[in-house]
């Protein structure tokens, strides 16, 4: 009996080394396996989404998880510590910046257009010039049969019907890239609106969708309106959006072509913080988008994984932006922020 117990102690231990050292990578795995969670910008929501998705093929280990309440949101988030990585297209600001007690790199992940968007049945073709756009959207201009803008529209059956403005309702970069450039090239407006994420519009009846998903249904349900939205919702969406004159006085409908002519000459300080406000070529509204990780994270494994989700999102993400209409970062930007982010990021 003793002899067949020894024996049968032996077998049991045997196995159960066996099964530990089988479940040993398992184990590791799990250990290995990261989840992030971010948040922030709706503009490049639909590219994050695709990002997430895509980088699960290479590191099956990593986990992303975006969600889009709008760039004043996800800056909040970034501040407060509830995010391992915050997504914002209005790039923080010094005092902003300062809040962070972990430290904070701006990483610039895509480029895009902010289309304005318009429900106007029987007209398939709306240019506003300069002039014209800043009067809408300070309120000078309160009906569509403007004389201005059917100056810029001879020939132009416009009607004669007050416009509905569309804005967002939430604190937004999307809001900030549009304000900025209106502010940039009309007086009037820089004083009355300003550039400004959340400004205070003074518009009558102006009605307000949840990030860019809800101004673009507004405008696709309401006759007689108009808004702004990013490139790849109107498209989406299938909304009109007007051709806009730009800095050389040319009227251009907004496309990755001529979102990538006006970024073209962008250049990047050591902060990567850009500010785009009158492009002297291509598409006149076009802003960037960053995500906002921090310098310190609470464990090494985690930075790890925001060090891993960073570089392939601007070594292999890079050539998804094109499909959802989203410009690129340049090759050299991408060296200098990879050089940052791996440098720093602990």
């Known amino acids: 009996m003793t002899f067949l117990s020894t024996i049968l102690n032996r077998v049991v231990a045997t ?39 895509e980088v699960k093929k290479k590191y099956p280990d990593l986990k992303v998880n975006y969600q889009a309440i709008g760039s004043s949101g996800g800056v909040r988030q970034t501040i407060a510590g509830t995010v391992d990585f915050g997504g914002s297209d209005a790039a923080m600001k010094d005092d902003e910046i300062a809040k962070v007690k972990n430290g904070v790199i701006l990483v610039p992940t895509a480029g895009g257009a902010v289309s304005v968007v318009y429900n106007l ?10 002039a014209t756009l800043p009067a809408i959207f300070s309120g000078k201009i309160k009906n569509w049969d403007d004389a201005k803008i059917k100056a810029d529209n001879p020939g132009v059956n416009l009607p004669n019907q007050p416009i509905k403005f569309v804005v967002r309702a939430d604190g937004s970069g999307t809001t900030f890239i549009f304000t900025n450039h209106l502010s940039t090239i009309d007086g009037y407006f820089k004083g009355r609106i300003g550039a400004n994420s959340a400004p205070k519009w003074n518009l009558p009846n102006a009605l307000k969708g ?79 988008t960053w995500m906002m990780i ?17 570089n392939w999102v601007l070594k292999d993400g890079q050539q998804y932006n094109d499909d ?7 090759g050299d930007v991408v060296n200098r922020v990879l050089q940052t982010v791996n440098s720093t990021v602990k």
């Open 15 to 53: 196995s159960v080394i066996t099964g530990a050292v089988a479940l040993s990578p398992v184990l590791t795995a799990i250990a290995e396996a990261q989840t992030l969670n971010g948040a922030g910008a709706t503009f490049p929501a639909p590219l994050y989404e695709k990002y997430a998705r």
């Open 210 to 288: 949840k990030g860019n998903p809800g101004v673009a249904a507004l405008v696709k349900s309401t006759p007689g309106s108009i808004g702004y939205v990013e490139y790849d919702f109107a498209t989406k969406n299938n909304l009109k959006s007007a051709e806009l004159q730009n800095k050389k006085g040319e009227f251009i409908a907004p496309s990755l072509a001529s979102a990538n002519a006006a970024l073209s000459n962008v250049s990047f300080p050591s902060n990567y913080r850009v500010f785009i406000g009158d492009p002297s070529q291509g598409y006149p509204i076009v802003g960037l």
């Open 294 to 310: 921090y310098k310190q994270y609470a464990n090494a494994g985690k930075a790890d994984a925001v060090k891993k989700w960073i």
């Open 121 to 130: 049945p029987g007209v398939n073709k709306l240019r506003l010039s300069r």
């Open 324 to 330: 959802l209409n989203y410009t690129k970062i340049p």
